[in-house]
């Protein structure tokens, strides 16, 4: 596939752009910068997506910004005065505007379509839009939101999310999904509005689809504003923890419309977490494939090798794979590919504390839970892996308040029936029974597919003296993995304490698994 316009050619698999008169030299961030613009030529690109696509988000003056886009002007016969191919769009960014075809083979002529029909091949986009407001003590509050959320998301690695400087400039009542979508090339955005009612704030935050006008999630909050500062923070958290949730299932939902040859690396990655979610044997191959696909379409994918290391991770330690030898390398590599690629991607740190826990060294991964939540604040996945290693480390009041964190980011998570099963066993620990057995249930209940959390309640309503309960569970656990065995039980949850492995051990055989 190459582009053609005027009378140039653009490789992009080759890196080359050829003229009338043969090949031209370009410095390779020039060659860059006309790509992207060439590429997305359908719409303006911001200096920020341009800055985030070429030089990996990282600082860079204006200067070197502004001498990659004159060599390549330079490049393709423009400058910055006729501007007949590379159009600059005060405010807002640049754009290509010369007619650009897109060309297969030597005879074959695909034309430029509307972005509306247009395949992307990009990760979604987000745009904050300043709150609706109304006048009095809370005029500043809907713009305090949209920065805090802003500055939230941009953590979130798998999202990209446009920069305040581009959003505000749409400050208004009514929003233009179109010009969203066409101008800044967001997939989605999200808007809000506030009002100051007998001294509380009525906060309703929205997220739309952009090309369908479709609402994939809304709330409202109610907080009073004497606790303005805390409330932003509550608010904030939890329109986090429902976008990174909603925009991955919505993601989702898209893949799947499509062929595995049609998708994307992103459409792979997000289809892969659906079936890694549901946490079986079957499920969790497909999606260690479509990570590995999205790695192939996109090698410098840092979540998505991140993602398949856990997919690996989760083969040993849930039992799915018994080649053990051959898993933990993958594990390892995958994780280090993920952190090599992006140091700050919350889910890369996780991956590399998954890989201390199954090499036995659980305490060193402490180290990269930590590392994962202080990269993102909301990552309610981090809190909840924090909550696993000090369960089994023994310390069971910090377990339940790492978990608590988790829940109270994401409460609708896919791995909630984990989180809550963490917690039943922190209660167990403790030595409330009753208490352990009531969380185990809700547990349960909310995801029958775990292995770990079926085991864990059959076992807590064995030692909460709750026979049937224990017996009914016992018996899916068997039905849903009939090779269920103390060894594999100790392999997902291996507690340092000798005395509580000897209690589980001893709690499981009476239930009648094996060794």
């Not at 993102?376 to 308040?401: E, T």
């Not at 065995?485 to 709690?507: E, K």
Request: net charge neutral.
């Amino acid at each position: 596939m190459h582009h053609v316009f005027g009378s140039y050619a653009l490789y992009p698999d080759r890196a080359e752009l050829v003229g009338p008169e043969g090949s031209v030299r370009l410095e390779p961030k020039a060659f860059a910068v006309l790509r992207l613009l060439v590429e997305n030529h359908d719409r303006v690109v911001s200096r920020e997506e341009m800055i985030e696509a070429i030089w990996g988000g990282r600082f860079v003056s204006d200067a070197a910004v502004s001498t990659a886009l004159k060599f390549a002007r330079r490049a393709v016969g423009d400058d910055g005065v006729q501007q007949t191919m590379i159009r600059t769009m005060h405010g807002l960014g640049h754009r290509f505007v010369a007619p650009v075809e897109r060309r297969v083979d030597a005879t074959t002529v695909v034309q430029a379509v509307e972005p509306a029909q247009e395949q992307t091949y990009r990760r979604p986009t987000i745009a904050v839009l300043p709150f609706v407001q109304n006048a009095g003590e809370a005029v500043h509050v809907g713009d305090g939101l949209a920065d805090e959320i802003i500055s939230s998301l941009s953590r979130l690695r798998w999202l990209r999310v446009i920069a305040r400087e581009s959003t505000f400039r749409f400050r208004q009542d009514g929003i233009d999904l179109e010009g969203l979508r066409r101008v800044l090339g967001a997939g989605y955005a999200l808007s809000g509005r506030v009002e100051l009612v007998a001294g509380r704030l009525n906060v309703s935050v929205t997220l739309i689809e952009t090309l369908s006008g479709s609402v994939v999630w809304s709330d409202r909050f109610n907080p009073a504003l004497a606790e303005l500062h805390l409330a932003r923070q509550e608010i904030t958290s939890a329109v986090i923890g429902a976008l990174d949730l909603r925009i991955s299932q919505a993601e989702a939902a898209t893949a799947r419309t499509k062929s595995t040859e049609m998708l994307d690396a992103w459409g792979a990655y997000h289809l892969g977490m659906s079936h890694f979610n549901r946490f079986n044997a079957h499920d969790n191959v497909i999606a260690a494939g479509l990570f590995e696909r999205a790695t192939v379409l996109d090698p410098g994918f840092a979540t998505a090798f991140a993602a398949w290391s856990i997919a690996r991770f989760q083969d040993a330690k849930l039992g799915y794979q018994t080649d053990f030898a051959a898993i933990a390398p993958d594990v390892r590599s995958l994780a280090e590919r993920a952190v090599e690629l992006d140091p700050y991607d919350p889910l890369a740190s996780m991956a590399m504390g998954r890989v201390q826990s199954l090499e036995g060294n659980p305490e060193d991964g402490i180290f990269w839970y930590e590392r994962s939540v202080r990269l993102s604040p909301n990552f309610a996945k981090g809190y909840f892996s924090q909550g696993v290693s000090d369960l089994l480390a023994g310390r069971n009041v910090q377990s339940c308040v790492d978990v608590d964190l988790s829940l109270g980011l994401s409460p609708l998570d896919p791995l909630l029936g984990p989180m809550l099963s963490i917690k039943a066993m922190s209660f167990l620990l403790e030595g409330n029974r009753a208490l352990a057995r009531d969380w185990s249930l809700q547990a349960v209940r909310s995801n029958q597919s775990h292995y770990i959390v079926i085991a864990s309640t059959a076992l807590i309503c064995h030692l909460a003296g709750d026979a049937a309960r224990a017996a009914h569970w016992t018996a899916v656990l068997l039905a849903r993995r009939p090779d269920a065995s103390v060894s594999m039980f100790q392999r997902a949850l291996l507690f340092a304490d000798l005395q509580t492995r000897a209690m589980i051990r001893r709690a499981l055989v009476e239930l009648g698994l094996p060794d």
